[in-house]
């Protein structure tokens, strides 16, 4: 899934969090739990490093404004404020794939086990479904998670 979702779930999450570190710990394993599932970005595994690279910036890039956007509508709606739980919370469920996004970047090798974790972890059933179907079921993703956050607030 991309940071959008990720943070969204993480949002979730984090109404039930008794302290920062269990969020943190429960943000990663949402993470975990979310790249089960197929989500479009299967198929970047046929772009040379290049075109991968070119290809992350700019999704990390529309991501980060729709997760940013996201966020402050609920800041500005007065439905969350930022407290340690929430941020901690999210940064567990955004890590993984800030640290993939790292490795794929500068290609330090302290971060070799950790990105193939990552690989393994994404679409372990091998089902791909597609770019435009993968951002489709990521947007219903997120709705579903909008829906639960809004009835949790």
């Excluded at 479009?40 to 990390?60: H, K, N, T, V």
């Excluded at 089902?127 to 009835?151: E, F, P, R, W």
Aim: charge should be positive; charged fraction near 10%.
């Amino acid at each position: 899934m991309y940071l959008t979702v990720h943070s969204t779930a993480a949002l979730v999450i984090a109404q039930y969090a008794p302290n920062p570190i269990i969020g943190f710990l429960l943000g990663v394993i949402s993470h975990i739990i979310l790249d089960f599932i197929p989500h479009g970005d299967e198929a970047s595994r046929l772009l040379s490093p290049q075109e991968s690279l070119i290809r992350l910036l700019r999704f990390g890039f529309i991501d980060g404004l729709i997760l940013l956007l996201v966020f402050w509508c609920y800041y500005q709606k007065g439905y969350f404020t930022p407290s340690i739980i929430v941020l901690s919370t999210v940064f567990g469920a955004v890590l993984p794939d800030i640290l993939m996004g790292w490795h794929i970047i500068t290609k330090v090798s302290w971060l070799n086990k950790i990105s193939y974790i990552h690989k393994k972890i994404h679409n372990p059933l091998q089902y791909y479904l597609g770019l435009n179907k993968g951002l489709l079921l990521q947007i219903l993703t997120l709705i579903a998670l909008v829906i639960v956050l809004n009835n949790q607030l």
